[in-house]
């Protein structure tokens, strides 16, 4: 396999001055300024926390966020002092951000990987909800969502749900602190609330999760017309920014990811080798056709759709492994994989190792990892390449769920920076893999959605053509292609092996830490 580098020489004319873009993530926020021709001239980067809780919880201050927000922001506007354009704003999807009537948080937000409503969905599952409500909506419904969150906090907290006047996103949260105005994108709107056909909300939907009340909740939809606000005085108080800048709502990272990557015609892929692995392609319009997985969204270019498979376990595979090894840094990872040889010596791993199970492309908040085909002969480098191929193998599957197959996979994300993997991924899948030369990939298709809004651009296509760049391409190596077809198809029969066991060891390892806390 050969990597072959490429350019995309940015238009001088696209558009003038510069523009401030956030992409608010799990556990980094970062804020980045683009000059004219569309490249990073700067990045700021703050950490936030994640509230980790019995039974698979994970939740986070909406406060804590906002200040990270407006820390990047004015580190970049003391860096980069010149009059900015607009700020285009992107971030985390899914989880549950409530409000109540004074713009308040009413609880801390219950984020997309959150586990607590794992039974709700089960049951829906159970009951044909789940399946009647894809053919609407082009998504399966997971616990991190809303409307399961939702459902489930009506039992728990009921007094919460009584208290709260607006369901927001991260997104949606952080527009309201910088317009003054409760807005949800349509690529974050439409999983759980929206028929994917008409991208509308849909009182049947709500009738199906059990949740009709949740209507009163739901915020105004915004679209590609209706993206920019002005930036409200006290707000442009705390960035260090004038007051009436346009704020625009850009969609959510796993759109705004692929926007970046440049994968804005139908047909075309990336793979985001983030905190999630969120392998992605876009389709001319919905498919709903075939068996439930991932999401289907709207892609924020024209009214294309894109079809999602982001899984709950991805890059934090490699951090896991990072740990437990007692490496430097993921570099570490790719190093040693690189010294393995293809299939690991047998080693496989079965990368779900989130506590929520996974969600795509298939959906089983039991779901749990593990190792097979140990022996002495292995050590570090078999495990690592292993962790590698695994994670690729996950890949494989969500490709062959989508709808089409692409001639080309875009990579980004920081998974990304390991060229170890992007091989791995081009072998295992059979596509060639495609590096973006930008680091802030999400922050990137924030900007391009931004200066369409605006009207700096025609539209988000030409923007596109004019600034994403290209780093380097892999080809795959139709031998080692033809040696993971087997790799892949054994990790498929231990994945179906091991399935039914998964509730067992899940319920297994509850009852375990249960008692640790009670001893």
Not at 15 to 21: D, F, K, N
Not at 347 to 373: H, M, N, V, W
């Amino acid at each position: 396999m050969t990597a072959v580098g490429t350019t995309s020489p940015p238009s001088s004319t696209t558009r003038s001055g510069t523009a401030i873009c956030v992409d608010a993530g799990t556990t980094v926020i970062k804020a980045v300024v683009f000059g004219p021709d569309g490249r990073e001239r700067a990045v700021a980067r703050r950490p936030t926390s994640v509230l980790r809780g019995a039974g698979g919880r994970a939740e986070q201050d909406p406060d804590e966020v906002w200040d990270a927000v407006v820390a990047a922001v004015r580190e970049l506007r003391r860096a980069v002092p010149e009059p900015v354009d607009f700020l285009s704003l992107t971030g985390q999807g899914d989880g549950c951000w409530l409000v109540d009537r004074d713009d308040r948080p009413v609880r801390p937000a219950v984020l997309w990987n959150d586990a607590r409503a794992g039974s709700v969905v089960e049951r829906w599952r159970a009951e044909g909800r789940l399946d009647e409500a894809f053919v609407v909506n082009g998504s399966l419904t997971f616990a991190g969502l809303a409307n399961a969150v939702l459902r489930h906090l009506v039992d728990e907290e009921p007094e919460t749900v009584q208290r709260a006047d607006s369901v927001l996103t991260c997104s949606g949260w952080l527009f309201l602190r910088l317009t003054g105005q409760r807005a949800v994108d349509g690529s974050e709107a439409a999983a759980p609330w929206l028929d994917i056909a008409s991208m509308t909300y849909s009182s049947p939907l709500l009738e199906l999760y059990e949740i009709p009340w949740a209507e009163r909740l739901l915020p105004e939809l915004r679209t590609d017309d209706r993206r920019v606000e002005p930036l409200w005085p006290a707000a442009a108080a705390e960035l260090g920014l004038p007051a009436g800048t346009p704020v625009v709502l850009a969609p959510y990272d796993v759109a705004a990811t692929a926007i970046g990557a440049g994968a804005v015609f139908p047909g075309s892929a990336v793979s985001v080798l983030g905190t999630t692995l969120a392998t992605e392609v876009v389709l001319l319009e919905p498919d709903t056709s075939g068996r439930p997985s991932g999401l289907t969204v709207g892609l924020g270019v024209r009214e294309h759709r894109l079809r999602a498979f982001p899984t709950l376990a991805g890059c934090g595979v490699i951090d896991w492994l990072v740990d437990l090894l007692g490496l430097a840094d993921p570099a570490e990872v790719s190093a040693l994989a690189a010294q393995a040889p293809l299939g690991a010596g047998g080693l496989q791993l079965l990368p779900y190792l989130s506590p929520a199970g996974e969600r795509a492309p298939f959906l089983d908040p039991a779901a749990s990892g593990a190792l097979t085909g140990l022996s002495f002969g292995q050590g570090r480098t078999h495990l690592a390449r292993a962790t590698l191929e695994g994670l690729a193998h996950v890949i494989a599957d969500c490709l062959a769920a989508a709808p089409v197959r692409p001639s080309e996979l875009r990579l980004c994300g920081g998974g990304a920076a390991s060229g170890v993997w992007c091989r791995i991924i081009a072998d295992v899948t059979g596509i060639p893999t495609v590096r973006s030369a930008d680091h802030e990939v999400g922050a990137k298709g924030a900007l391009l959605i931004g200066l369409a809004a605006v009207g700096a651009v025609p539209d988000v296509e030409s923007a596109a053509q004019a600034l994403v760049r290209v780093q380097d391409r892999f080809e795959p190596d139709a031998d080692a292609h033809a040696a993971h077809a087997d790799g892949l198809a054994e990790f498929f029969a231990t994945r179906r092996d091991l399935a039914p066991s998964w509730p067992r060891r899940r319920a297994l390892a509850d009852a375990q830490a249960t008692s640790a806390r009670h001893a």
